[in-house]
């Protein structure tokens, strides 16, 4: 018996039409990032499913610890690959089950005959590796309807293929399939989220990050280095644009009446972003709001905020409560780095009574006697651009 393969299912990709393949090859390359710590592997794709082998069985073992975080999988399996014959199948197939936990489980036999010229019909053979297998683990239970046990035969020319366990993948697209955006990153619960939820729509992004030091830490700075860290994980290299925020954030205060501050701080970030993503050639941005939230999650704040972009502007959790946004941190790892301690700037400088409802043309008006506009080019200028992951590995590198 070869066991040495893993057969991956492609999902929603598989209903992509004439650019399916461009879909394929982002899947294909991320899956190679992702597991290139295995030197063995080799992998071949096809229209519907692609196939990972491996020379050794700690190897194979790794890719399935790693595969479940890579975008654009629906499902995969370790398989083991026979001679097509019916004696070669029976014996193969008590070999796979033989390396489950069959006590007290229910199971059912599913044959795929691709090779029409295999001399028992689909029905048939199911049947006879349903009752060969019984005989061999009559603690077994046959149940039609989602068994514990999927015995998964396949048929093709030259060669047959049989697994026992579906392991669920991370489902939707692979990342840098559908474009690259900027994340506006604060480092609470949200924004990681948003980011999470649009890789697996298959965008890739920078993360930019607004910091006022010293009102806030290098401390601050260190968290949300450390939740890029943890979305990198999930299958793209991410670069994170740290914006000089302090001037800019005590002029707000100065000159924006407090109750409308946090509307204008806001708008500026936006602005910052805007010009950000230009340099960087993104499509959109992409933030951490959910309707109704914070004051400055209304539609009237949204929609003041928007007025200084006509970028797309992505916001994934927009129709989540709280509960919803903590239980996908809670799944992806960001949870327990957004809850330390440390302040943002937003948190810093928020008002004690923001405006739900902020008319633009008061907004405009208190903004018109600063010169934001240089304020912003400033900012967008001394920004600081690092790739946590990298900068991780240098500062190993040195100790050693």
């Known amino acids: ?9 492609y999902g929603e990709m598989s209903l992509k039409g004439k650019n399916k393949s461009k879909f394929v090859r982002k899947l294909k390359e991320n899956i190679k990032a992702a597991l290139q710590e295995l030197t063995t592997l080799t992998m071949r794709a096809e229209r519907d499913r692609m196939f990972l082998y491996t020379e050794r069985p700690e190897e194979l073992m790794r890719a399935i610890e790693i595969l479940p975080t890579v975008f654009g999988i629906q499902s995969f399996s370790p398989i083991a690959i026979c001679e097509p014959t019916l004696e070669a199948i029976k014996q193969t197939s008590l070999d796979v089950i033989g390396n489950t936990e069959t006590k007290g489980k229910t199971f059912k036999v599913e044959v795929k005959r691709t090779d029409k010229t295999f001399p028992l019909v689909t029905g048939e053979l199911q049947q006879e590796l349903g009752g060969h297998v019984l005989r061999s683990f009559p603690e077994l239970i046959v149940k039609m309807k989602k068994p514990e046990i999927l015995l998964y035969v396949e048929i093709q020319r030259g060669a047959a293929y049989i697994s026992s366990h579906i392991y669920k993948g991370a489902g939707g697209m692979p990342v840098g399939s559908n474009g690259h955006s900027l994340l506006l ?12 939820l649009m890789m697996k729509r298959g965008v ?11 009102f806030t830490s290098d401390l601050a700075k ?12 999930f299958g793209a290299t991410i670069r994170l ?8 954030q005590q002029a707000i205060v100065k ?17 910052i972003a805007d010009r950000v993503r230009e340099e960087i050639h993104a499509l959109g941005l992409i933030t951490g709001e959910s309707l109704g939230q914070v004051a400055s999650q209304t539609l009237e704040s949204l929609t003041a ?29 960001t949870y327990p780095i957004s809850i330390r301690p440390y302040e943002d700037c937003c948190t810093i ?11 633009l043309e008061k907004v405009r008006y208190y903004e018109s006697f600063e010169n934001f506009e240089a304020m912003v080019e400033e900012a967008v200028s001394k920004r600081v651009t690092i790739i946590p992951c990298e900068q991780n590995e240098e500062e190993f590198n040195d100790l050693l």
């Open 241 to 248: 644009h740290v914006i000089p925020f302090t001037e800019l």
């Open 204 to 214: 890739s992004f920078d993360a930019i990050h607004f910091a006022s030091p010293p």
């Open 305 to 333: 905020i928007n007025e200084v972009t006509s970028t797309p502007v992505l916001r994934p959790l927009v129709a989540m409560d709280k509960l919803e946004i903590i239980q996908i941190a809670e799944t992806i790892g």
């Open 1 to 9: 018996m070869n066991w040495n393969t893993i057969l991956i299912r």
């Open 185 to 196: 990153l604060s480092g609470g619960i949200d924004s990681p989220v948003a980011g999470y």
């Open 222 to 233: 260190q968290k949300v280095e450390d939740i890029v860290r943890q979305l990198t994980k």
């Open 349 to 359: 400088f928020a008002p004690s009574s923001a405006k739900t409802k902020p008319q």
């Open 255 to 271: 000159q924006v009446p407090s109750n409308l501050s946090m509307t204008t701080t806001r708008r500026m970030m936006m602005q």
